[in-house]
């Protein structure tokens, strides 16, 4: 009984359009009702305040204040430049600029919507203007935006280690192959399109001056990552560290070098950083109610029992959870749907003895999916925003075949355990010695 009414409530909520993280708070209470429990909703409010404290979870509001100011302080346009110099010369060139270029900003912004906002704003009017299909030109940016949860810093993956209690550096290093393996994937792609179909222009070969120029412009913005990754795995600070010192160099180099952000633009960025912060935040707190009750009825491990009931092939179980979690993405946000599934599923996948790591990757490639997938398509939707000829009906024809090359890499990821612990097993190796 509270287990049905749990998930009835939940379904019901969603489907009435109910934002996110009223949904996951209400449904737990009334299943606490339901099971004649209602004395424990005075515990829920406990956990919503104990939920949010945790120092972990300060590094998600700084990244995402970090990835605001970067966003508009001009280090985007610093990235799309060199990247230009360096790849114009290829066939379909400004579509792989585009995505290497998310694959740039990613591992600054740690956020999938701030990717495509920031490359997608540059990019999306040159692919057009160059010839390039609208719907093309707004599909690929919307798919290289995913990349930004991928490649470290990832704010999903801050999430997924706050749940299970793995390591933040650990996960950060097992996102960083799989998403440059995404970004390949689409640079492929647009090369195979623009040749296919003769859109666009390229540049002839590489212009060392050109080059020399554009890194010396861009070198504070390629530095970032660079202090900030390294400074990690190095351990010369904590994850929640790395995104304050991300903070303030994004904020200086802003400032003071590229000259696009200014002391009084600070309020209008920080207001935007804090509105989106706290609906993550809430999100987190209601979480932890629903992951309350779900582990007090036993969900996970009468879901263990009846998968393992029907099958113990972890292949097929593994590719029945990455079918879910796609579809389950269709429909809901990515820090929703990670707080929701990742106590059900994770003893699942650790009782087959599946790496909790590279589970982590593979929840968060799945769920990110579904920020190119209507109905809900964030990304698709920030894409479509940026130019007035971008036509919904058509980006969504074109964003397909990037998804189902998406979905390859993903199966990958899946069942080569080496792609996502390579650099686990690096970082695991140099800590030993």
Known sequence: MVIATLFVVLAIFLVIGAPVAVCIGVAPMAAMIAGANSSQLFV?????VTALDSTVLIAIPLFVLAGAIMGRGGISKQIVDLCYELLGWMPGSLGVVTVVACMFFAAISGSAPATVAAIGGIMIPQMIDDGYPAGFSAALAASGGIIGCIIPPSIPFVNYALITGESVSEL?????????LMGVALCVLSVYAASKNGWGSRKKG?????VFRALRTAIWAILMPVIILGGIYSGLFTPTEAAAVACVYGFLASWLIYKGVKLTDMIDISFDAVKTSSMIMFIVATANIFSFVVTKQQV???LSALVLGITDNWILILLFINIILLINGCFMETTASTYIYTPILYPLVTSLGYDPIQFGVVMVMNLTMGLITPPLGINLF???GIDKRVVFSEQVKKVIPMFIA???VLMLVTYIPGISLFLVHMMRSAAAA
């Not at 829920?44 to 919503?48: A, E, G, L, N």
């Not at 950060?172 to 440059?180: C, D, L, N």
């Open 172 to 180: 950060f290093a097992a996102g960083a192959i799989p998403g440059i």
């Open 44 to 48: 829920s409010v406990q956990r919503m």
């Open 406 to 408: 998406l979905v390859l």
């Open 300 to 302: 996970p491990a009468k």
């Open 382 to 384: 920030v894409a479509n």
């Open 206 to 210: 590489i212009s060392p001056r050109g």
